[in-house]
């Protein structure tokens, strides 16, 4: 709550196999390592007090070994009544990747067939269940584009006319167009937006152009309002640390922050990442929450601010999108969030020494930079020679020094017109 944070996706919770608990085995109970049903219970209370609202993980593409009703078919091959169940390549059949389909040829997490009409109805009850019983506010749902779009389907009408505030997020790694068109998924976790902000801030292996091309490219592939429900990530359980990325440089991950929290959509914190936590893939990645010792106050107060720029200005929730600058030269790339009367300018510098620039602005006056309190006068411009020059009209310039690895945040209200 202090941070800012006003939903919490937790991996999963259920009873299953090894320390991740993707290889589920009961839907129904939470680990006994995590706590009881009852400690949940709790939690959603007390999250909903604070304003936060909770997601859950629901892994419905694949169970555990020991889930009751795979053990069924172990026992009664295929005379049991869950044969169809799962992708059983020959009977009889041992625990290996070679006699039933599994998730990356991993034995102990045997497939499940979503196109089963038995099978979507378990999953469907469920998600129901936990809605009902325990008032969670949605799902993230793991390997979503691997599932029977038919399951994500019937889940959106049964479960939106009953709980109309709930939200069904997909896992994807690539585009998410398919899930997005109103009859599956409100939102998908965004990868393209995290692999485009590590090769440009974190391994810097390409130019402002390139990532500018690779963002705008991006953000036309869905429509506007379903960019602004987008889970943009930086880093998941299923990747290397962000920090890890940017060879331990705080700098980068900093910058990168500012344009996750300022861009449109959804940005979403990976635990420990606000405090400095690093770390390579699988299972590093995963490494141990610091809680007061070792935390990174720096990194956790740049989160903090940059969480608040984005609550109190309505034009980064929900206004409109334009790149400003792309500048190979001296490393800066610049957009405009902007909404009504409100328009609030982003200058992020990377390069590695001090630059002079112009800021494009849409009209001349007086201005602020958010972050430092330093304030400008915006010279007239003759000539639109800016970027995106042919699609917004920009009258003014803000001269200004960007020191290495900087941040500008300018901030002028509009005239009505």
Not at 55 to 73: A, P, Y
Not at 82 to 100: L, M, Q, S
Not at 226 to 249: A, G, I, V
Request: net charge negative; charged share 30%.
């Amino acid at each position: 709550k202090d941070l800012g944070v006003e939903c919490l996706y937790l991996n999963p919770i259920f009873k299953g196999d090894f320390n991740h608990k993707y290889a589920t085995t009961d839907y129904y109970c939470i680990d006994p390592i995590f706590g009881t049903n009852e400690v949940f219970g709790n939690l959603i209370e007390e999250c909903h007090e604070n304003g936060i609202r909770v997601l859950l993980d629901g892994v419905f593409n694949h169970t555990g070994v020991h889930f009751k009703q795979f053990q069924d078919v172990v026992e009664k091959k295929e005379k049991s009544e869950y044969a169809d169940w799962f992708f059983i390549n020959r009977y009889p059949f041992e625990i290996t990747h070679k006699d039933y389909e599994c998730v990356g040829a991993y034995k102990w997490m045997p497939k499940l067939n979503s196109s089963n009409p038995e099978v979507r109805k378990f999953i469907i009850g469920v998600m129901d269940y936990w809605i009902k019983e325990y008032k969670i506010d949605g799902w993230r749902l793991d390997v979503a584009d691997e599932v029977d779009a038919s399951v994500w389907e019937e889940a959106g009408v049964i479960l939106r006319e009953k709980y109309p505030e709930i939200i069904l997020l997909g896992e994807t790694w690539g585009y998410a167009g398919k899930m997005l068109r109103g009859n599956q998924m409100d939102s998908a976790m965004n990868y393209l937006f995290r692999d485009a902000l590590r090769d440009y801030f974190g391994k810097e292996i390409i130019d402002a152009d390139t990532f500018d091309h690779r963002i705008n490219k991006m953000l036309s592939g869905y429509k506007e309002e379903t960019n602004l429900l987008m889970y943009n990530l930086l880093d998941s359980h299923d990747t290397e640390r962000f920090l890890y990325w940017c060879n331990e440089k705080e700098d980068r991950l900093m910058l990168a922050v500012t344009f996750q929290m300022l861009f449109p959509g959804s940005p979403a914190i990976y635990y420990g990442d606000e405090v400095g936590i690093s770390g390579e893939n699988d299972p590093d990645c995963r490494k141990c929450m610091k809680w007061e010792e070792g935390q990174n106050k720096k990194i956790f107060d740049w989160y903090k601010q940059m969480i608040l720029l984005r609550k109190e200005h309505e034009c980064i929730r929900t206004g409109q999108y334009r790149t400003i600058l792309s500048d190979i030269k001296t490393d800066t790339y610049g957009f405009i969030r902007f909404h009504k009367n409100e328009a609030i300018y982003v200058v992020l510098h990377k390069g590695k020494k001090k630059e002079h620039i112009i800021c494009p602005v849409l009209e001349e006056g007086k201005y602020i930079d958010l972050l430092s309190q330093e304030h400008f006068e915006s010279r007239k411009e003759e000539t639109v020679g800016f970027y995106n020059g042919d699609i917004m009209e920009y009258h003014a310039g803000i001269e200004m020094e960007l020191e290495m690895y900087s941040v500008r945040v300018i901030s002028k209200t509009l005239r009505r017109e």
